[in-house]
């Protein structure tokens, strides 16, 4: 456990800590020295320690300006153990707007947090039938240059962060306020060899220092950034879109003002602005019928923005008795795009009309931590902590379906909100020297949804001087989103599309109050090696997922309108499935200058028992492997390989219509290849090659073949700093 030291002061002078931070009770136990007057207080949090476990990883800012994303963090994401980019389903829709998908869970399972904080924009996008949201995520928010490190927690790990974790957690760490004045600008261009694919340009400038000496720090940067669309029929087909260009403005503050030795205040101020270059009909829905959607994408326009704007204060203390944080954090996302089709085959397409809605959503955290640590009996750290989110959601677009159940079209309809309400506690316990264990139990109280029980157990036992046991269990959930749980929220289908056991008529798809939340349980248990700069691991890892909520088999009953049978079906929980498989990592160092390290994910079985189909599609087995040579103190190269291994289709049909393919993908390999150069000490320049043996992937829209993986591209990047 580490050791900190802290000046000794009077309980008095804690009174409004105490009392901003009384959501517990707790004591404590620290050792007086009374030769220099310091409490000594042994602080390993459970949260630490959880990052230590074998389904955790970091990336830190030195791996992410080695080799710097080309225009989301989820490039460089996707090279870790357990990741990759999916869909949310294994129907191919949106198959481009692919996100970060640990574990094979989907990326609804993965939650973002920035700074420890949720991010839940992607809340705003509507849901569609087969779980789909027109969507890149949540991994866009912070430019590449002001990331300070990035932890991903997977499985067991990551159940403490309540409903949305179950497949893991990804925490974005910012670069925070200096008491030192510095500075920066980078810029950054992205090449493709081919014409067809969209490149990228990147300028970005920041700023930080002290305001008041000792008392006030602050960091501001603003960010350009765009990468334009693919062009359109990459696919060489009018239908099968490309890959969609981004325009990104962001601009963010922090402000840090230290009350005293023990506390300080943190202010966060940030705006962000997200427009998806058109490219095409990116949910393959229907071909158009004139040359208006077309056009939207020949012209490079923007169909869909995303503005947030986020404000945040932290309150963080260092007592005698240990530590604690409270911290409140309220976001707006405003979701504006064209009106997208509701029903049948132009469900997620553009409507010819071209107008324009925006959906709202709101987002309030607010969570309370302290950290006890305990040495009377047996080394231990205690955390408790208390937490409170709120959701509000108004979507009137969402809202035009109508006609059925008595639904008028009211933009009422589109109103939706959720409270949860939550309490936490963990203990990192140290019984003896290399053993750790570290219980805890969350319960949430959802508005609509009740009440959930998390336990988890984690384990770590060193097994002589170089190796180390561990393991974990956690039962994790996800609460339903605000359209599944929206009664008034409805899609349609003309036939096609519909529960296999329908006969004759159309199909509506209503939202549904009464669901019980996704539940998995997870399971790792691995051994690591250790010695010197050697390391390795293998961890075998299975989650049993029941619960999982999916667009309605059951038929509820009908309504005959105008001459035509509505069948009507709601969203409901399925049966179960089982994800397992195998991670590895290897480092190893082949000289002082030289190291190699590989990290593998082999995917044994991911299953829906209900319908014989995985849960997202993803490749048998992922291999990313790196070769770093450390030239000398100004100039270091990088050599990374990535096996991908195939991916096959769904197999079995769920609903009417829907033809079933068996085109997959096969396994294929990506090399890169880039250096960095120290000019001076306030220039750095670095660039490289992706791709190299120029592997292409073209959409079709079917099977397995659901995205588009570019060519090969040059780079080049530089930081100037002052």
Known sequence: MAVTTRPKRSLLSYLCSCTLLSLLPFSGYAEENNDEDVIVITATSAEDMLKQQLGATTITSEDIQNNPPV???????????GVNLTGNSSSGARGNNRQIDIRGMGPENTLILIDGKPVTSRNSVRYSWSGERDTRGDSNWVPVEQVERIEILRGPSAARYGSGASGGVVNIITKKPSNEWMGSLSLYDAIPQHSEYGGTKRVNISLAGPLIKDTLDFRIYGNLNKTDADDYGINSSDNVAGREGVRNKDINSSFKWTLDDHQYLTFDLGYSRQGNIYTGDTQNSTPPVDDTIPNL???????????????????????????????????????????EGLSGRVEGAISSDLEFSTSRLKNYYLNGETIIPIEKWVAQSLTLGAEWTRQELDDPASASQADILGLASNSDRGKSDSDTTSLYLEDNIEPVVGTNIIPGLRFDYHSQFG???????????????????????????????????????????????????????????????????????????????????????????????????????????????????YNITQWENSGKAVIQGLEGNLRVPLSDALSWSTNMTYMIESKDKTTGNPLSIIPKYTINSSLDWKINEDLSTFLNWTQYGRQKPRKYQTQKGVTLSDVKVGSYAQFAIGANYQIMKNWRINGGIANILDKQIYREAKGASTYNEPGRFYYLATTISF
Do not use: H
């Open 71 to 81: 225009n989301d963090l989820s490039d460089i994401i996707r090279r870790q153990p």
């Open 297 to 339: 994408a020949k012209s490079g326009a923007e169909t869909n923005r995303m503005y947030r704007q986020s404000y945040g204060v932290t309150y963080n203390s260092y007592w005698d008795f240990g530590e604690a944080k409270l911290t409140f954090q309220y976001d707006k996302t405003n979701n504006t795009r064209l009106n």
């Open 451 to 565: 009440s959930n029980f998390s336990p988890s157990l984690n384990f770590s036992q060193q097994l002589g001087e170089y190796f180390t046991l561990k393991a974990g269990i956690a039962r994790a959930f996800k609460a339903p989103n605000l359209y599944q749980s929206n009664n008034g929220y409805l899609l349609l289908t003309r036939g096609n599309g519909c529960p296999l056991n329908v006969t004759s008529g159309q199909c509506y798809l209503v939202g549904n109050d009464n669901l019980d939340p996704e539940i998995s349980v997870n399971k790792e248990i691995g051994i690591e090696y250790q010695y010197e700069s050697w390391q390795a691991s293998l961890t075998y890892f299975r989650n049993d997922y029941k619960n999982k909520i999916i667009a309605g088999q059951t038929i509820l009953g009908d309504e005959t309108v105008n001459g035509t049978k």
